[in-house]
Each structure stands twice: as C-alpha cells, then as structure tokens.
C-alpha cells in the first residue's frame, strides 16, 4: 500500500507565491518521477511539473519561469514553489508518483485559489 498525501494549498492574492509538499510512504520501493498535476474547475487535468530520480525537472510553458519543482529523495517527498502566482492557476493540484516497478499513485489533491 502507498499513501501519497499533498499539504500546502490555500488562497493567495495574484501575484503572491506559495509553496506545495508531497510525501509518499508506505510500500515504495524505488520512486522514480514525481509529477504535481492540476485541475482547473470545469477543465481537464493537466500535467504542470516533473521531476526525475536525479533532480532533472520539466515544466508545462503555462508554469514555466514562475514555478520550481525540487524534490527529497531521502523523504520521498516532492515539492513546487509556486512564484508570480495568477488567477487562471487556480485549480486542484494532484501529486504522482512513479515507482521503478512501473506502478503509479495518486494523492487526493489540493486546492490552490488565487484572487484577482
């Protein structure tokens, strides 16, 4: 059993930052990437960041410049400051986690909401 838990979401005005935390546990052998996604209301989810076992990071262009995803191998932990922050980045933000078995788990997500 894996349990992926995010911490970290609330409201913050436009152009403010903040800063969001991923822990995996439970049966994690080896994690290899860990992704943060996002759902807008009424839209698709959307993959925001990743990053891989050896730090290298990439980043959707509607993110990219404003927010840095890092991540702790030694606490399976992922995080992503979030810089600059708009309106239009208001969403669910979800965490993934992909092991070197191939298997891939969700966090129930949270909520980020930025005012105008």
């Known amino acids: 059993q894996v349990q992926v838990v995010e911490s970290g979401g609330g409201l913050v005005q436009a152009g403010g930052s903040l800063s969001l935390s991923c822990a995996a546990s439970g049966s994690i052998f080896s994690i290899n990437v860990m992704a943060w996604y996002r759902q807008a209301p009424g839209k698709q989810r959307e993959l925001a960041a990743t990053?891989?076992?050896?730090?290298?990071?990439t980043y959707a262009d509607s993110v990219k410049g404003r927010f840095t995803i890092s991540r702790d191998n030694a606490k399976n932990t992922v995080y992503l400051q979030m810089n600059s922050l708009k309106p239009e980045d208001t969403a669910v933000y979800y965490c993934?986690?992909?092991?070197?078995?191939?298997?891939?788990?969700w966090g129930k997500g949270t909520l980020v909401t930025v005012s105008s």
């Open positions: 993934r986690v992909f092991t070197t078995r191939g298997g891939n788990y």
């Open positions: 990053v891989t076992s050896d730090g290298s990071p």
